[in-house]
T-cell receptor, first 118, second 107 residues
Framework: GAVVSQHPSWVICKSGTSVKIECRSL??????MFWYRQFPKQSLMLMAT?????????EQGVEKDKFLINHASLTLSTLTVTSAHPEDSSFYIC??????????????FGPGTRLTVT | EDQVTQSPEALRLQEGESSSLNCSYT??????LFWYRQDPGKGPEFLFT???AGEEKEKERLKATLTKKESFLHITAPKPEDSATYLC????????FGTGTRLQVFP
């Protein structure tokens, strides 16, 4: 299967600072990438969808000025958490869509980034 | 409203004891039904995509099936390393996830 990487795998930052998380599709080109957030023992919550070269589409309730998403190329998307606060502490997971066999879609996930804001 | 429901929430099996996980969905304009495996502290690992009722796909001890209302993930003779949370998701223009089934397989 296709591989999606994320960096860093974990980060600790102080309240008020910004943190950037990178997501790369390693062996395929992803025209669409997604960012999710997951709380302990809960399912994934979609934050935003980004298409290469255009502005991200944010889900209802997600602050676009706080969670800046850039999809600059077909293999790289970044999520920047601006002015982070403790309530932003979470597990952030990116995902990339690849065209699968027979014209369908397959969507692959990165390993996740654990963000802790102190 | 589009919805995906998984059952049971948790399942404990003895090694070798086969069972099935259920995923019921009401998703308008469904383009596909995805199954993932997620280990603690990691991102979901892609298992299968099913596109039409009657379709079946297999991978090692796992077999996924799809009807017009639900999907099943059959686990045959599970091993302890199959322990994980299994997520299903309906695909429209985005994935709509169920809450998952936490599977524990004991030796």
């Amino acid at each position: 299967g296709a591989v999606v990487s994320q960096h860093p795998s974990w980060v600790i930052c102080k309240s008020g600072t910004s943190v950037k998380i990178e997501c790369r599709s390693l062996d395929f080109q992803a025209t669409t990438m997604f960012w999710y957030r997951q709380f302990p023992k809960q399912s994934l919550m979609l934050m935003a969808t980004s298409n290469e070269g255009s502005k991200a589409t944010y889900e209802q309730g997600v602050e676009k000025d706080k969670f800046l998403i850039n999809h600059a190329s077909l293999t790289l998307s970044t999520l920047t958490v601006t002015s982070a606060h403790p309530e932003d502490s979470s597990f952030y997971i990116c995902s990339a869509r690849d065209r699968g066999l027979a014209g369908g879609y397959e969507q692959y996930f990165g390993p996740g980034t654990r963000l802790t804001v102190t | 409203e589009d919805q995906v429901t998984q059952s049971p929430e948790a399942l404990r099996l003895q090694e070798g004891e086969s069972s099935s996980l259920n995923c019921s969905y009401t998703v308008s304009g469904l383009r596909g039904l995805f199954w993932y495996r997620q280990d603690p502290g990691k991102g979901p690992e892609f298992l299968f995509t099913l596109y039409s009722a009657g379709e079946e796909k297999e991978k090692e001890r796992l077999k996924a099936t799809l009807t017009k209302k639900e999907s099943f993930l059959h686990i045959t003779a599970p091993k302890p390393e199959d322990s994980a949370t299994y997520l299903c998701a309906g695909h429209t223009d985005k994935l709509i996830f169920g809450t998952g089934t936490r599977l524990q397989v004991f030796p």
